[in-house]
């Protein structure tokens, strides 16, 4: 078993800034792209950034300049840095990652999500 266990969200105020984290535990022998998505009210879940095993970094247009990912490969955790909040980034956060890990019976491949966390942007 392997999972991503999530924390750091919260209420802010618009400008405001939160770090969220995202740490993997289980059997893992490896982690390849790592990132971060979220669902506001209403909408479907979307990308905000993504970061991969060597540090290549995407994120979505309307965060580009305010968030900021990073990963410690040592912890098998991510980060996203949150600035200059706006209450349109409201939504629950998750941590997706795509994990190598040993099984017992051989190494396997999976893509996992964590939990969510709420990140509420208002005045």
């Known amino acids: 078993q392997v999972q991503l266990v999530e924390s750091g969200g919260g209420l802010v105020q618009p400008g405001g800034s939160l770090r969220l984290s995202c740490a993997a535990s289980g059997r893992i022998f490896s982690i390849n792209a790592m990132g971060w998505y979220r669902q506001a009210p209403g909408k479907q879940r979307e990308s905000v950034a993504a970061?991969?095993?060597?540090?290549?970094?995407n994120y979505v247009d309307y965060v580009k300049g305010r968030f900021i990912i990073s990963r410690d490969n040592a912890k098998n955790t991510v980060y996203l840095q949150m600035n200059s909040l706006k209450p349109e980034d409201t939504a629950v956060y998750y941590c997706n990652a795509d994990i190598i890990y040993y099984s017992g019976s051989g190494y396997r491949s999976r893509e996992v999500w964590g939990q969510g966390t709420l990140v509420t942007v208002s005045s």
């Open positions: 970061i991969t095993s060597g540090g290549s970094i």
